[in-house]
């Protein structure tokens, strides 16, 4: 009988790892999906990323000095609206992430990562952070915190 339970835990302990590492790899894809399909002025990818809630937030620092915040699917959607009239993309961007933290409750997920993002202007770096909500199956992000480190922009854009 101890045999026979010590087999279950085992077989349940490597079965909600499993479940866990793909959840953890949803996550990821649904990040970079999100920030790849902004760059190449996909709506549809990018939106796609998003839970479309009223307790959505977005909140950055910009590269003119100030910062953003924005609540809700809906302002959200306005606030980028002018990013996606244009189908054209003037740069390609490489999105590099590493570095990731994953602390996952339930439906619920809390990221931590670094970013680089790759152009024809160089690297920019940031340190990003996300919560994730699994709604109807899929993970949507509900919160982005981005943290741009301008000061290496700015060197990337003047050696230009």
């Given at each position: ?31 970079r999906s ?124 003047q050696t230009?």
């Open positions: 009988m101890k045999t026979y339970l010590l087999a279950l835990a085992v077989f349940f302990g490597t079965v909600s790892g499993s479940l866990a590492q793909a959840d953890h790899d949803a996550i990821k894809r649904v990040l999100e920030t790849e399909g902004f760059f190449k002025r996909d709506k549809a990818e990018w939106a796609n990323a998003w839970a479309h809630t009223p307790y959505i937030n977005f909140a950055a620092n910009l590269y003119g000095g100030d910062f953003l915040l924005v609540q809700g699917w809906n302002n959200l959607e306005k606030q980028f609206a002018s990013q996606f009239k244009s189908k054209k993309v003037t740069d390609k961007v490489v999105v590099q992430n590493s570095n990731y933290n994953i602390h996952q409750n339930g439906n619920m997920a809390f990221v931590a990562y670094d970013q680089t993002l790759v152009d024809s202007h160089g690297k920019t770096t940031s340190k990003e952070s996300r919560v994730v909500e699994k709604i109807n199956g899929q993970w949507k992000i509900i919160n982005v915190i981005a943290l741009t480190n301008l000061k290496s922009f700015g060197l990337a854009q230009k």
